[in-house]
T-cell receptor
Framework: AQKITQTQPGMFVQEKEAVTLDCTYDTSDQSYGLFWYKQPSSGEMIFLIYQGSYDEQNATEGRYSLNFQKARKSANLVISASQLGDSAMYFCAMRRGTGTASKLTFGTGTRLQVTL | KAGVTQTPRYLIKTRGQQVTLSCSPISGHRSVSWYQQTPGQGLQFLFEYFSETQRNKGNFPGRFSGRQFSNSRSEMNVSTLELGDSALYLC??????????FGEGSRLTVL
């Protein structure tokens, strides 16, 4: 069975600072994908970044980067230069490599609060 | 490009009733999946449809069902509603193994 663990229920960060949200995963699959989503209070899940298990380089998307350490089974999200609009819940999720294209296993989430 | 559209956004039902939720995926996306989000259980996978066929199903009772139409629009139905069915129901669409793009969800309250 697959499992995603997010150990930080809540985080505070000052505006313009960088923040790292932790995510560890457990799977016996060789092929899998890792995702990060942002969920503001409106409820919509916003796709941020994706890392495939065979990708050798860490994924980056604008201010978001994914620190992928395969041996440690961790996929931490790094947000640089935090903005007030980054305040939201953040979920790490995993998908098995094949045959289950849309079945994601989610972590419990981290609530990020950006302060002035 | 229009995103995933879910209707209705909010609804209130009473125990024993049934409810139908609708999801229109991003144009060109043929895979539609549904998730239930509750404070206690978090985000849980309900089912996935691809080209009108259910491709995957989560661990939910048979009261939860869904279907997909030829235009990729999808509906999910919950019959004989229970208090525990109160949740945010999220629909997502994707291209094959690409990223899932979610709608804003349908927030169901069962009284």
């Amino acid at each position: 069975a697959q499992k995603i663990t997010q150990t930080q229920p809540g985080m505070f960060v000052q505006e313009k600072e960088a923040v790292t949200l932790d995510c560890t995963y457990d799977t016996s699959d060789q092929s899998y994908g890792l995702f990060w989503y942002k969920q503001p209070s409106s409820g919509e899940m916003i796709f941020l970044i994706y890392q495939g298990s065979y990708d050798e380089q860490n994924a980056t998307e604008g201010r978001y980067s994914l620190n992928f350490q395969k041996a440690r089974k961790s996929a931490n999200l790094v947000i640089s230069a935090s903005q007030l609009g980054d305040s939201a819940m953040y979920f790490c999720a995993m998908r098995r490599g094949t045959g289950t294209a849309s079945k994601l296993t989610f972590g419990t989430g981290t609530r990020l609060q950006v302060t002035l | 490009k229009a995103g995933v559209t879910q209707t209705p956004r909010y609804l209130i039902k009473t125990r024993g009733q049934q409810v139908t939720l609708s999801c229109s995926p991003i144009s060109g996306h043929r895979s539609v999946s549904w998730y239930q989000q509750t404070p206690g259980q978090g985000l849980q996978f309900l089912f996935e449809y691809f080209s009108e066929t259910q491709r995957n199903k989560g661990n939910f009772p048979g009261r939860f069902s869904g279907r997909q139409f030829s235009n990729s629009r999808s509906e999910m139905n919950v019959s004989t509603l229970e208090l525990g069915d109160s949740a945010l129901y999220l629909c997502a669409s994707s291209l094959s193994l690409g990223a899932l793009f979610f709608g804003e969800g349908s927030r169901l309250t069962v009284l």
